[in-house]
């Protein structure tokens, strides 16, 4: 009878049936973290601010910036598919973990940049470039036949399954099959 502050919002708006993006893209995580990739590739895809200023009914629709993603997307048929809070949300820090940790895969640690894939099967091929102070890491990853190649970073194999990134001025070239 009483939920607590929620009640406070319209049926289809934020927490209250619509789409609250934290939530959203925790379960998108999820999805990638059991390996359903194509699942998470589908919902990445469906959260991304981006694909709602597809076209100028998409853009009439959400009413606010496709370029920054929205705390909570409204699911109430009078005003479905319309953002909110853009600008003023932890959503953009969230979306920005899914998309490098949980989907491509990258994990920092101290100094130590850990690999972990999650990308759907057609995906055969990508290419980060990451940078620490004056040095880049062009690291490319591509889908190999059955176990995983291993680390080869500028044409060297190694044994480690990361990078120890070092601020050397120097650009070096990583290779990884998935």
Known sequence: MNPGYIKGYVPGVRENGGQYTHAAIWLVMAFASMGD???AWELI??????NHGADGESVKAYKVEPYVIA???YGVPL???RGGWTWYTGSAGWMYQLVIESFLGLRKESNRLYFNPRVPPDWQAFTIRYRVNQTEYEIVFKRS???PSKL????AEQD????VLTDD???HTAAIGF
């Open 37 to 39: 990739t194509e699942k």
């Open 45 to 50: 895809k469906l959260i991304n601010p981006i």
């Open 71 to 73: 705390a909570d997307v």
């Open 79 to 81: 005003h479905k598919g």
């Open 145 to 147: 036949e059955g176990k």
């Open 152 to 155: 080869m970073i500028d044409g």
């Open 160 to 163: 480690a399954d990361h990078i």
């Open 169 to 171: 001025g120097q650009k």
